[in-house]
């Protein structure tokens, strides 16, 4: 491909038809409202993906919006994790809205996807920026995202915090409203239900790979949090995710 010279042409193709991507300003405004938490500013600057300033990434109408989907969450997660985000979480979660959007196979449903990512991540962000939230509960947070699927010990996240471990327990508590094994557990119940509901993994395996004490300590934990088992989770949700998205 030359681009030397089919740069211009596409230029003169796109400016003879009226064809133009959104201004770099709002785009940068766009990302920053998102990376601020700032969810009414998000809402007014959100471009549905189908609209004229998306520019054309693909002659097939679907992939092009496909496309310009994962480029999307790409940017968001990178702009988040400059904002705060653990960037673990905000990795895994662009990962779980790249893998929806795979099994999606029309233009609305992935128009929609893509709205619902964005508003998901500005309201994480939210939290995350609140002023309530200390830059030490965050480092605390990033650590304990950061090693979920390994035995996680107190000491650990104070020293990776800077504190010690009776004051980041104290001020954890103060400024999440849980304890820190709460904020563990509710964690890794959260990425349990993320793996029960997209993928097949079996329900000792999910309990092994989130460092649970014992298969049945899993099921408990996730009784207690959801209100049923990890079976009735999956039952409920795998299949009728799959269906939704036919």
Known sequence: MDSSRELPEKL?????????????????????AVKTGD???A?????????????????????????HFIVSVAMITRFCIEGGMPAESS??????YIQKSDKLHSEESIVALHKEMIFDFTKRMQGINDSSISKTVTLAKEYIHAHLRTPLLLEDIADASHISTNYLSTLFKKTTG???????????IEEAKNMLRYTEEEFIDISNYLCFSSHSHFIAVFKKYEGMTPKAYRDKYYQKHFEENK
Do not use: W
């Open 43 to 67: 809402k007014k600057l959100y471009s549905p993906l189908c609209s004229n300033g998306m520019g054309k990434l693909s002659d097939n109408a679907i992939n092009n919006i496909r496309y």
């Open 178 to 188: 849980m304890t820190i094994t709460q904020y563990i557990q509710k964690v890794r």
């Open 39 to 41: 969810l009414e500013a």
């Open 91 to 96: 990795y895994t979660l662009s990962d779980l």
């Open 12 to 32: 003169l193709f796109q400016s003879e038809n009226e064809i133009f991507h959104d201004s770099y300003s709002k785009e940068l405004a766009f990302y920053n």
